[in-house]
Structures are given as structure tokens and as C-alpha cells.
């Protein structure tokens, strides 16, 4: 999805999904396949949940899903509308949208671990008090979580009690808000997560809906997973760039003419070791932000540590050391800043000087290589890492071929 436009990325897949979830549970000859169906449907997503959770030490997934098999367990056995199920309906609605808007932001530290347990050990104290007070003192109970907060025009659409509407509506502007924070498009699919679990409260008759609604959820959380392991796997998170594994899957998709470059940023290892690590990350986003605006077709990975390597399909090598020249040119030319780590919100009106200290010259290396007599792209791959070095030798800040 990542040439899709905006608003589609932030509706897929999950927004499908819940479409196709409301569709099937808007139709009556849905019906019968739900009931035979649905408790498989939800214990294949729940068995994935918990495998990618332990394989892939995604502890989140693994408690959502439990968090949503214990509210569909309590949903399905509170369908009588007598007091005591209509508190466990009631503490539902209250407790699972604070859970899952919590969930995300909490570390991933494992299942069967000391915090793992203590998170399992969370649900399983909710589900007991629930339970308690259901049985002990079902009025009194559900006069707390019936009480009205809200006006009475607003909340007649639905069984949910005031203290659930703002449940749902705190952890809604809770994951909404995480947008705006590095790494907030993660916390996506919990939103829509949020949502199905609130159109799971809003069934107009107890049956399978409830559990469709609620597997979809996490059939969400587990498809999100999916990508993020599959993003890890051919992005490379410090850039940006597609990463090594994705260049070495796109060259046998090369055709007979083709070039490839190998771009080295110069005296890193110096650069790093008097300015530090934070400073060479930022470095490296810089040259990569730069690389990725290759024209003639070209396309930049991050080859691995301050190596990047750009691809041109259907060039020579003649055809594209003109742009190479330009890429190596425009990094020269940009000049990098490092940052302070306390700087105004805004920019200042007059710029301050700085000392020379803060200012680096950023220059790169680029040997550059074709497929002459037939080599298979790995063998043009050390031939461009020859001339890489001959740029090195012969003085950095240029272009070899």
C-alpha cells in the first residue's frame, strides 16, 4: 500500500474488513453460516494471534486477542438482559476500550515473563471482579455504571451506558491523538479495532455477531502484524529505504541492460567516532533522503552500515553517470547541522550564530558498474564496489566507473 493515496492507506485493509464484517451481519442468510461458523472463524484468528505473539515476541497481539476473547465470552453468556447480565454488558463496555487503547502504548516484553504475567494476571483480575459483582450485587453494580454523565438526547441511540460512551470516546481521542507521535500510523489498526469492538456492543439481537465483530478485530491486529514483520523484513527503519533483502529479490527481475552503483558516505567511521552515533544516524537519513529523489529510473537501497545502492533498469551505466554526478554533487552541496539536543519550538526570527563545530561537510563515494559480457548481477555488483574503492583512493567526493 505505500503508493496508495493517503486516505486509502488509512482505511486498508481494515476498513474492508469491517465493511465486509457489517455486511455479513446485515444479511439474514448470513445468519445460519454465522452460528455454525463464526466460534471457528474466531478460534483460528485467536490460535494466530497467539502463535505470532510467541514467535515474533509480539506480546500486544497475544493479550488483544485475549482482552477480545474474554469480552466475546462475556457478551455471549450476558444475553438474557436480567441485572447481572446486563452488568457484565455494562463493565464490558467500560473496560475493553481502555484496554485496547492502552495496550499500544505499553512495551513488548513477552508473554511468559514477569510483565507478561502481570498483564495476564490485569485481565484475569477485571474478569473476576466482574464477575463478583455481577453475582453479589448486580443493583448495586449497575446503578454505578448506569448513571447518567450525559444528557439523555445524546445517548438514547444506544444500550451503552454513559461510562462506556466515554470509554470508547477517551480511547478513540487516545489512539487518534498517537498519530501526530513517531510511530503513530502503528496504532492504526487499533482504532479500527476500537470500532469494531464498539459495533460488537450494538447488535440488535445476541447470536454470532457479536463474535464476528470481535474476531474481525482481531483478524485486524493480526493482518497489521503481518505487514509490520513484512516491512521489517525489506525496509529499513533508520532510512526509510528498501533494505538489503528487497535489492537482492529485485535483481534477478533485471533485464540484459542495467546499471548499479555503489554509493560509500566518506570518512564515516571518523565522522562517528567524533561526533557520535546520533549525529551518523542523521547523517545517513540525510544521504538517504537525497538518494531516494534518483531520477533516470533509479531506485536506492540501503546496502548495510553507511553503504546505499541505487539501481537504474534498462540504463547503461554512460546513460546515468550524469545523474550519479548530480547526486554526488547535491550531497556535497547540502552541508549538514547537527542537532542541539534542546532547541526552540520555533525557528528564530534571526538566525543565531553557531560554532563551526556544528557544521559537517557530508560527501559520498560512487563507483558504478554494468552487466559487460553477460556478468550476473551479483558480479556487477563487485564490480561497481571496485570502482567505489578506486573513488576512494583516488581523493572520495567522486564518481568512478
Not at 448470513?30 to 515474533?56: H, K, M, N, S
Not at 485475549?66 to 446486563?86: E, H, K, Y
Not at 583516488?394 to 568512478?400: L, Q
Request: one cysteine or more; charged letters at 20%.
Amino acid at each position: 500500500m505505500s503508493n496508495a493515496p493517503s486516505p486509502l492507506r488509512w482505511a486498508l485493509p481494515e476498513g474492508a474488513l469491517l465493511a465486509a464484517a457489517a455486511v455479513l451481519a446485515s444479511l439474514d442468510a448470513a445468519w445460519e453460516p454465522l452460528v455454525r461458523f463464526g466460534p471457528f472463524f474466531a478460534c483460528v484468528v485467536a490460535a494466530a494471534a497467539l502463535v505470532l505473539g510467541a514467535r515474533y515476541q509480539r506480546s500486544r497481539l497475544a493479550f488483544a486477542v485475549m482482552l477480545l476473547a474474554t469480552a466475546g465470552g462475556a457478551l455471549a453468556l450476558a444475553a438474557s438482559g436480567a441485572p447481572a447480565d446486563r452488568v457484565v454488558f455494562q463493565a464490558t463496555a467500560l473496560l475493553l476500550p481502555l484496554n485496547l487503547a492502552a495496550l499500544p502504548w505499553s512495551l513488548e516484553r513477552g508473554i511468559v515473563t514477569p510483565p507478561g504475567l502481570t498483564r495476564l494476571g490485569a485481565i484475569a483480575v477485571q474478569a473476576v471482579a466482574v464477575t463478583a459483582y455481577a453475582t453479589a450485587a448486580p443493583e448495586t453494580a449497575l446503578a454505578a455504571l448506569e448513571h447518567r454523565w450525559l444528557p439523555s438526547h445524546v445517548t438514547s441511540w444506544t444500550a451503552i451506558g454513559d461510562l462506556g460512551l466515554i470509554a470508547f470516546t477517551a480511547a478513540g481521542l487516545l489512539l487518534a491523538a498517537s498519530f501526530a507521535f513517531a510511530g503513530g500510523a502503528s496504532r492504526r489498526p487499533w482504532l479500527w479495532a476500537l470500532a469494531a469492538c464498539f459495533l460488537a456492543l450494538h447488535t440488535e439481537r445476541p447470536g454470532p455477531v457479536p463474535t464476528l465483530y470481535l474476531a474481525t478485530a482481531g483478524l485486524m491486529l493480526v493482518v497489521a502484524t503481518v505487514e509490520q514483520t513484512f516491512a521489517m523484513a525489506y525496509h529499513d527503519g533508520l532510512t526509510g529505504l528498501p533494505a538489503r533483502r528487497a535489492l537482492t529479490e529485485a535483481l534477478p527481475r533485471l533485464g540484459a541492460r542495467y546499471a548499479i552503483a555503489m554509493v560509500d558516505v566518506d570518512h564515516f567511521k571518523q565522522l562517528n567516532d567524533l561526533h557520535g552515533h546520533d549525529t551518523g544516524d542523521q547523517v545517513l537519513r540525510m544521504v538517504a533522503t537525497h538518494l531516494a529523489g534518483v531520477r533516470e529510473g533509479g531506485r536506492a537501497y540501503r546496502y548495510g552500515g553507511e553503504e546505499f545502492t541505487l539501481v537504474f533498469a534498462d540504463r547503461s551505466v554512460a546513460e546515468v553517470e550524469s545523474e550519479l554526478e548530480r547526486l554526488r554533487a547535491e550531497i556535497a552541496g547540502a552541508g549538514f547541522a547537527t542537532r542541539r539536543r534542546l532547541r526552540p519550538r520555533r525557528k528564530p526570527a534571526k538566525p543565531r550564530a553557531r560554532a563551526s563545530a556544528s557544521h559537517l561537510s557530508v560527501t559520498v563515494s560512487i563507483g558504478a558498474a554494468g552487466p559487460d559480457g553477460g556478468r550476473a548481477p551479483e558480479d556487477v555488483i563487485k564490480a561497481a564496489d571496485r570502482a567505489l574503492y578506486r573513488a576512494k583512493e583516488t581523493g572520495r567526493n567522486r564518481v568512478e566507473t
